[in-house]
């Protein structure tokens, strides 16, 4: 196979010929000569005519007919190549050091790696640099935000794996999931996305309304099955253990007997000091509750976090204007999730 530069150099040739020949060259176009016409010179060339002669014969300049004879002894082939199209500013070269410079640092930016080319002897744009990076296979995407680990998270994240590697979905369905959240007053909002038409941006239906600081913002404890979801609170003081247990009385156990928990369930709640002081533990003895042990550092374990998004969307959809709606908007929503978006949590 030819070297890729003598393709480059014959389409050179072949323009020049046929531009230097046609009237007007430059207002029009020279016309490509069909498959079949391509296939009569190589023929007739064949047959040790000149290109002279095959011109006259078929009504194609001697220029065309040298060029498509060319083509042929080159390539083998009178059809048109696939074109490479303009070459890549940036070499192979740069492509490997800055796939290397990304994979050690993910957070580099486009304009470190801009200068970084540039101090090698190449000048892009940031542009070609994520185009680079996209043929790589590389999109730049939001970072997810995490629990912070620390090795022995690590550690304990890992053991509790393997301890539940072999429990069933029945195990599973078992378990009461609690936590608190933050629900903010215009908080989740600002994401939605509107239809309207041009000039219509300041009609009320097609705006959020916002406040400094997020308008407020309140508190709720839940807890939740695969049966449903249990009782919802507001939590209106800052909660200490006294109250953390009194919420637990008034409200999970109450949640148990409605959504009928089977013997042997499972109680879940992170590791908050509030839940693992010794007089919380005692009190989840003294009433006989089975809790599970949970790692540190790990909310985004609990399928509850799920549910709480769920919560928020729903809220959101009605856009409350004050605390005082937004604690009943949530109430409502929380007793319409069923029972199926319980279950699709984990």
């Not at 050091?97 to 994979?103: A, E, G, K, Q």
């Amino acid at each position: 196979m030819a070297p890729v530069w003598t393709h480059h150099l014959y389409k050179r040739h072949l323009s020049t010929a046929s531009n230097s020949q046609t009237p007007n060259s430059a207002m029009a176009k020279t016309k490509e000569l069909s498959k079949d016409t391509r296939k009569s010179i190589v023929d007739l060339h064949q047959t040790e005519k000149s290109e002279s002669t095959i011109g006259k014969q078929l009504g194609v300049k001697k220029s065309t007919v040298g060029a498509i004879i060319r083509k042929w002894k080159t390539y083998k082939t009178t059809d048109n190549l696939p074109r490479s199209g303009a070459p890549r500013k940036i070499s192979s070269r740069g492509v490997k050091m800055i796939m290397r410079t990304v994979s050690k640092d993910p957070r580099t930016t486009r304009g470190d790696l801009v200068n970084d080319l540039q101090r090698a002897g190449t000048k892009v744009t940031k542009v070609t640099i994520s185009n680079t990076l996209q043929r790589q296979g590389i999109k730049s995407r939001s970072a997810r935000r995490v629990p912070l680990l620390k090795p022995v998270h690590v550690q304990a994240r890992l053991k509790f794996a393997r301890e539940h590697m072999d429990d069933t979905a029945e195990d599973w369905e078992n378990v009461m999931w609690s936590d608190e959240t933050k629900v903010e007053l215009f908080g989740i909002n600002s994401t939605r996305r509107v239809w309207r038409t041009k000039n219509t941006e300041l009609h009320p239906k097609n705006t959020i309304p916002t406040v400094k600081h997020g308008g407020g913002n309140i508190m709720l404890w839940g807890c939740f099955s695969a049966k449903g979801t249990g009782r919802l609170i507001r939590v209106k003081d800052r909660m200490n253990g006294a109250m953390y247990r009194e919420i637990l009385s008034q409200n999970l156990l109450p949640s148990v007997r409605t959504l009928k928990m089977k013997r042997g369930w499972v109680f879940q709640h992170d590791n908050d000091p509030k839940h693992t002081a010794r007089a919380t533990k005692e009190w989840l003895h003294k009433k006989h509750l089975k809790v599970l042990e949970w790692p540190s550092q790990s909310p985004d374990l609990n399928p509850i976090e799920n549910l709480w998004r769920e919560l928020k969307v729903r809220v959101a959809r009605r856009q409350p204007q004050n605390i005082t709606a937004l604690e009943k908007i949530c109430m409502e929503e929380w007793a319409k999730i069923p029972a199926t978006v319980c279950v699709q949590t984990w």
